[in-house]
Each structure stands twice: as C-alpha cells, then as structure tokens.
C-alpha cells in the first residue's frame, strides 16, 4: 500500500493510507481556493507479517488551487447593438476570461487584470438578432502562470430591435391625428403610446413591422399638446422585447 502525507503547520503529516497497491488516487478536500504551496509527498510500504516496511519518500508534489467560479453572470443592460455583462468581485480571483461563442467556436473577447473588473460592454453586435453566447471564468495568476477556475452557465442575449425613425404627424383633424414612421427592419411590431392623466398609456400595438402608421380619433378640437410616443419591439418565443 502507500503513505500520503501533506506539510501542515511546520511537519509533515499523514492524511491517507491505502491498503492496496491499486490504491493509486486520492482527492484532498477542504482546501482553501486560489492558495499557493499545498504541498504532498508518498512512500509505498510493504507489509511482512504484522509489520509495515516503507520504501523512500517521493519527491514534493506542490499545487496551488484555482480559484473559485464566477458567481452572479447576467446581462444587466443591453442595447441594439450592444450587451453589458456583469459579475460578482471573486474573492479568489486575480482577473477573468471571458468568452462569446463565435463561428462554432468559443472565443475570448476580453481578459480582466483585475478582481475588481466586473463588467464589460459587447459591442457592435447585430440589432434583433437572437442567440448571443457568453461564459467566464476567473483565474488566479501564480508567478507568470495564470491557473483558472470552472467556467460559468452560459448567459444567452437576444439584442434589441432598433429604434423606431420617422416617427411624426403626418395630418390632422380637429378630433383626430395620423401618426406615421418608417418602417423597422429588425421590428416584429410596434408599441405607440399617448400620455394621460400624468402617465403613458398604451393605444396601440402594430403586429407586423409592415404597420406603419396609426389614426388617433376622439381627441378635443382646438387643443394644445396632445404627446405621443413609440418603440419596436422583436418577438423571440413567446417575449417581446422592446
């Protein structure tokens, strides 16, 4: 069999013996993340009779642990072109990795240096456009040698459609107003809203990116200030996103 043993406080002390000379594996649990110098050695032992004869001890084994995974990933905020991912500050960490998944490939698109760097902006990507794939993990430099953690569930972002142009009043009555705008190439529909009463309100929802202009009717002759609003939006599944 062999004598495992691991240097804790000043002396060497035994942590597991195997019993067998197929015991050739053994995980030490309950080590501290990102910690340099853990340090092993082994020796196999003979047993004749009742006693147990060792041969030499092998050479040090020293490791250092990686670092903890990356908790908290989200998208906090994302444009029409653009997505701000966020992560939480690694209390093991010395930087992060991280990667979007580009032409079946994963690729990485930015390595933080620091553990206070949580955040990154993904530019230039494609309005309306479903299916973008993030993931990071952090990692612990040692000397010139960066050790990394477990990387991350993937985060997956649909980017915004863009926003809507044109927009204005094309003609008007006394009791109503046509509104028009252009046509929105990323839109699955539009949402056009009034303000009333201190608050926007919804009057209308265009379901197809063809639905471009919208009457407004029952409104007070001869008065001033009546306002309006609107914004695309993009169907992915069962959600509009706006």
């Known amino acids: 069999g062999y004598q495992l043993q691991q240097y804790k406080d000043g002396k060497w ?16 649990k309950k080590l501290k993340a990102g910690t340099a110098g853990y340090r092993f050695r082994i020796r196999a032992y003979k047993t004749y009779g009742n006693t147990k004869q060792y041969g ?51 690729v990485t698109i930015y390595t933080g240096t620091k553990a206070t760097n949580t955040s990154y902006t993904v530019k230039g990507l494609k309005a309306g456009t479903a299916g973008y794939r993030f993931r990071i993990r952090a990692y612990k430099t040692y000397g010139n040698t ?38 929105g190439t990323t839109a699955s529909g539009y949402q056009l809203q009034q303000y009333k009463d201190g608050k926007w309100v919804t009057i209308y929802t265009g379901t197809k990116a ?33």
């Open 13 to 28: 002390v035994t942590i597991y013996t195997g019993t067998k000379a197929t015991d050739t594996s053994y995980t030490v």
């Open 56 to 106: 030499s001890w092998s050479s040090e084994v020293k490791v250092n642990t990686n670092p903890y995974g990356v908790g908290g990933f989200k998208c906090s905020t994302k444009s029409s072109t653009s997505v701000t991912l966020k992560w939480n500050k690694g209390t093991t960490a010395s930087g992060y990795q991280l990667q979007q998944y580009k032409g079946g490939k994963w």
């Open 146 to 183: 960066k050790q990394y953690g477990s990387w991350s569930s993937e985060v997956k972002v649909n980017t915004n459609p863009y926003g809507v142009g044109g927009f204005k009043c094309s003609s008007k009555t006394s009791t109503s107003v046509t509104l028009k705008w252009n046509k």
């Open 210 to 242: 063809t639905d471009t202009s919208y009457t407004v009717k029952n409104l007070k002759a001869g008065t001033a200030g009546y306002r309006f609003r609107i914004r695309a939006y993009k169907t992915y599944g069962n959600t509009k996103q706006y």
